[in-house]
């Protein structure tokens, strides 16, 4: 089991950038698929991005075009790259790792970490 720990959230204006960080411990993340997950006040965790342990990104609907998934395996860390942020975006994002399944499925994902608040003010 692998520790994950986000960090990098915080206030920011509307239309402002985020990079959020996912930083692992107890285990390497090559063989992995990591993804970022949000929830909101009162809503479901959603599916934001991931990226396979091949490299290749993948995109919800929430973030596509503004957002940017990266991994560094060297760093054993992934990232989330958040531009143009709108105040909807506000919530808890969470790191996830995944040993396989649907990219895309919460339920595919063993490893949390405890999450990081970003709130974007209008």
């Known amino acids: 089991q692998v520790r994950l720990v986000e960090s990098g959230g915080r206030l920011v204006p509307a239309g402002g950038s985020l990079r959020l960080s996912c930083a692992a411990s107890?285990?390497?993340?090559?063989?992995?698929?990591m993804a970022w997950f949000r929830q909101g006040p009162g809503q479901e965790r959603q599916f934001v991005a991931a990226i396979s342990r091949s490299d290749s990104p993948y995109y919800g609907d929430p973030g596509k075009g503004r957002f940017t998934v990266a991994r560094d395996n060297a760093k054993n860390t992934v990232y989330l790259h958040m531009n143009r942020l709108k105040p909807e975006d506000t919530a808890v994002y969470y790191c996830?790792?995944?040993?396989?399944?649907?990219?895309?499925?919460?339920?595919?994902?063993?490893?949390w970490g405890q999450g990081t608040q970003v709130t974007v003010s209008s």
């Open positions: 996830a790792a995944s040993d396989g399944g649907s990219i895309s499925d919460r339920t595919s994902y063993r490893d």
């Open positions: 107890g285990g390497t993340l090559i063989t992995k698929d």
